[in-house]
């Protein structure tokens, strides 16, 4: 399925006015992982209050033992501190991954602003080496715009 026909899907799964936020968002995981064939572990991390780590949101894919990420640390941490859209072709090349399995082979996250603020992050985590391009980040950026309207 192509990201121009997951749109409207992904509008629907986030505005059904009888469903939580984080059945929706898991919703949302299992339509991106099972629509996208490169797209092997979708999930959600968010800030954890004042405290500055992310804490594992709604999810589709592998357990992670990765439920608390320190700011700074790993790719998800990264992208926390530097508010931008982080795309790794090859994990294997980055000083600062924290491994989730050893199949992964690429990754990319994209920080979720509501009213300006990063509250968190989609993270998209990929078997296939170099997966993501500039379609992936467009699009993950307008997941999280409807996203934002949740919160």
Request: charged share 25%.
């Amino acid at each position: 399925m192509t990201f121009e026909e997951l749109k409207p899907k992904v509008t629907d799964i986030l505005h059904h006015d009888n469903t939580l936020r984080d059945e929706k968002l898991l919703q949302l995981c299992h339509l991106l992982k099972d629509n996208i064939d490169y797209y092997d572990w979708v999930g959600f991390y968010f800030r954890n209050g004042d405290k500055e780590e992310l804490l594992l949101g709604p999810y589709a894919g592998e357990p992670t033992d990765h439920t608390v990420i320190p700011f700074g640390k790993g790719i998800c941490g990264q992208v926390a501190v530097s508010n931008e859209n982080f795309v790794v072709p090859d994990v294997t090349a980055q000083d600062n991954y924290i491994a989730c399995s050893i199949t992964v082979k690429s990754e990319v996250v994209v920080p979720l602003f509501v009213d300006g603020k990063n509250i968190g992050q989609i993270d998209i985590d990929s078997n296939v080496l170099d997966a993501f391009s500039e379609l992936d980040e467009r699009f993950l950026e307008f997941v999280n715009e409807q996203v934002a309207k949740l919160f």
